[in-house]
């Protein structure tokens, strides 16, 4: 067994927990903490700041071995916190005390529900609440469709937070800095609110529990033990989600989170069974996450959800070349894994995230579709070469991201979920493959049509030396309804242009709508050749594709051209509390309103559509996120080309 403390283990498999939640709301921070009460070494942050990329730690707790997954909050970052969600037996749902921005823990909730992973909620910050616990926990009951019980009640001096009670045990502590809690004789002041916790809690699991029914019915005290038990079925079934509270930079309350975890994370053995994943047979692993590590290689983050793996083994058809840990972030390699570690394999060949070694495919996260774009310009054209694959392994490391080449444009397009992710994106091209790109807006695909008919004579006679060429044709330029696209037709009666000059005719007017008179490629549009004459001699294809030529262009300027901007259909997901301010928002970006309506499954979300010109959607996602605590989202197709008027 992997014994993550140096210490004995009691043999328990072991078990993953991913940090997630909203950005800033202290991840990184409690991570810290929970290392450090662990007695792991903590790795010093140079910078704090917004975690980008999951960090990984192995700790040991009270003897039982741990993964812990530092997750991005950045809504940005949202598809790697995820693919850590996926492998996870628990999350902790980490969030701030402030009641009014309780919204910001929906994205990680849905997640987390969505897949059906057990949780517990850590409010942190404690140290900042202003009002009361119970007004945050009804906030947070709102976002949640899981029963919420508190576990903590906390003890007040004044506005400060001091200490807490166990619901539980009924045990009080007070906080001090750095150190674990003290414990206090339980304070009057909080006992009626203590009584009234519990109770909230032992109704909420007697539900599920018959044993404690009995008990609560009839008015008998519980064993800790009698509770614990179906908190932890509660748990690992979904059916309930702890609360409970501390400050992560002053390590309050880390010891009773850590005490909750090892009572309430499921082992891996359930965890599998609620993935659906037989107990025996082969080794079996999930890759959630692939790094391109420098010099080691492409490395696969995979949970082991049947060992033991074993270095240099062949799993699911591919051979292992490593096996690495984490044991303080940095990589240690290893002869083989067990049953619930995370480790990272190497050199797996043409395996990628979400892939399942050894089984059948297990269900894993669609990453969102992108919200914001930059075309991208290399600074050095020799780098050519290397752009492409650089750009494929960025895509392979990160699904949320995406690459195309735009040929019309002729630029290359990188997609993602906002210009933070870009520009980390771009940054990580800079250093791990020494190609440094520049980026800018990408350009609108306009079009170009027109507005009225036109009868267009042109006559091509040239004398050369030996035989000359000519042609003359006659073409009727008509506009055609929006996305009829080109058509050609041939009217031509009595032979006075030969069938066989007929397809050059064809073919030189189709090519004419490559570039029209305001530059953009020219649709909707049938030509109709009606007349011409020939010369026996000078006639060629040539001539007649030059003729073509040249009455579409004379022909297209006077047929009153306008240009074609592409629309498209657009649905804006808001909490409901911003529909206004998102119809605002797409109106005043010419934007027409199509309507608006809950979104199924999404409580308390609405969804907006519109119409919105593609011109106006480049930084949409940067400005609704402003106006919505950064939780607005949309999603887009082409619709149709429209004139642009006043443009
Ligand atoms: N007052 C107070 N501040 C805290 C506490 N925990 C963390 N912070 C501060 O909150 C800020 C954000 O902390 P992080 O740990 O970086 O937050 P995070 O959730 O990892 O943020 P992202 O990685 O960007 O999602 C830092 O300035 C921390 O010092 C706490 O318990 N109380
Ligand atoms: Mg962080």
């Given at each position: 067994m992997p014994d993550f403390t140096g210490r004995e283990s009691g043999g328990a498999q072991p078990r993953a927990i991913a940090l997630v939640g909203p950005q800033g709301s202290g991840k990184t921070t409690l991570l810290d903490a929970l290392l450090a009460a662990a007695g792991s070494p903590v790795r010093r942050r140079e910078a704090a700041g917004m975690t980008t990329e999951l960090r990984l730690a192995h700790c040991g707790f009270m003897g039982d071995p741990w993964t812990l997954m530092d997750c991005p909050g950045s809504i940005e970052f949202a598809h790697e916190a995820c693919c850590a969600l996926a492998v996870?037996?628990?999350?902790?749902l980490v969030c701030e005390p402030a009641p009014e921005r309780v919204a910001t823990i929906g994205p990680a909730l849905r997640a987390v529900e969505e897949a059906g992973i057990p949780a517990i909620i850590f409010i942190n910050?404690?140290?900042?609440?202003?009002?009361?616990v119970r007004d945050m926990l009804a906030a947070l009951q709102g976002q949640s469709r899981r029963k919420l019980v508190l576990r903590q009640v906390p003890i007040r001096e004044g506005e400060t937070v001091t200490g807490y009670v166990d619901v539980v045990s009924e045990r009080a502590y007070r906080y001090r800095r750095g150190e674990p809690s003290e414990r206090i004789p339980l304070p009057e002041a909080v006992r009626a609110r203590e009584a009234e916790a519990r109770a909230e809690l032992l109704e909420a699991l007697a539900d599920h529990d018959d044993a404690l029914m009995e008990k609560v019915l009839e008015d008998l005290v519980p064993t800790p033990e009698e509770i614990y038990r179906p908190l932890h079925q509660g748990e690992v079934s979904g059916a309930v989600v702890s609360v409970l509270l501390g400050a992560a930079d002053r390590s309050n309350g880390i010891q009773r989170l850590w005490k909750a975890l090892r009572h309430d994370t499921p082992s891996p053995a359930e965890t599998r069974e609620r993935l659906g994943i037989p107990a025996e047979g082969e080794p079996l692993a999930q890759v959630f996450r692939t790094v391109h590590a420098g010099h080691a290689g492409r490395l696969s983050y995979a949970r082991i959800w049947r060992g033991p793996v074993k270095d240099g083994a062949t799993l699911g058809g591919v051979r292992i070349g490593g096996i690495h840990r984490f044991p303080n972030g940095e990589a240690q390699k290893v002869p083989q894994a067990e049953t619930g570690e995370v480790v990272a394999l190497g050199r797996l060949e043409g395996v990628r995230t979400g892939d399942t070694l050894g089984g059948d495919r297990l269900p894993f996260p669609e990453p969102p579709p992108p919200v914001y774009a930059l075309a991208i310009t290399l600074e050095d054209r020799k780098d050519e070469v290397r752009l492409s694959s650089a750009l494929q392994r960025l895509v392979e490391e990160d699904a949320s991201l995406s690459v195309r080449q735009d040929a019309e444009m002729g630029q290359m397009v990188i997609a993602g979920q906002g210009d933070m992710h870009l520009r980390a994106a771009l940054e990580r091209l800079a250093t791990a493959s020494g190609v440094k790109v520049k980026s800018v807006r990408p350009q609108v695909a306009y079009r170009e049509t027109i507005r009225r008919p036109v009868l267009q004579h042109a006559r091509l006679k040239r004398q050369t030396g030996g035989h000359g060429q000519f042609a003359d044709v006659k073409l009727e330029i008509e506009p055609r309804g929006r996305g009829e696209g080109f058509s050609f037709t041939d009217r031509i009666v009595g032979g006075v242009v030969p069938k066989r000059f007929i397809p050059a005719v064809g073919e030189a007017a189709e090519e004419a709508t490559k570039k029209g008179p305001l530059g953009h490629p020219v649709v909707d549009i049938a030509v109709t050749l009606v007349d011409g004459t020939f010369h026996s001699v000078d006639s060629s294809d040539m001539a007649f594709a030059t003729a073509t030529r040249m009455a579409m262009q004379e022909g297209l300027a006077k047929a009153e051209p306008v240009l074609l901007e592409p629309i498209d259909h657009v649905t804006v997901s808001v909490p409901a509390e911003f529909t206004a301010n998102a119809q605002r928002l797409l109106t005043g970006r010419r934007g027409q309103i199509l309507g608006y309506a809950a979104k199924p499954g999404w409580e308390g979300w609405d969804e907006v559509e519109a119409l919105v010109p593609e011109a106006e959607m480049h930084d949409l996602i940067i400005e609704l996120r402003s106006q919505t605590l950064g939780l607005g989202t949309y999603v887009r197709r082409f619709d149709h080309l429209a004139e642009a008027r006043g443009r």
């Open positions: 996870a037996d628990l999350a902790v910050k404690i140290d900042m609440l202003s009002g009361r």
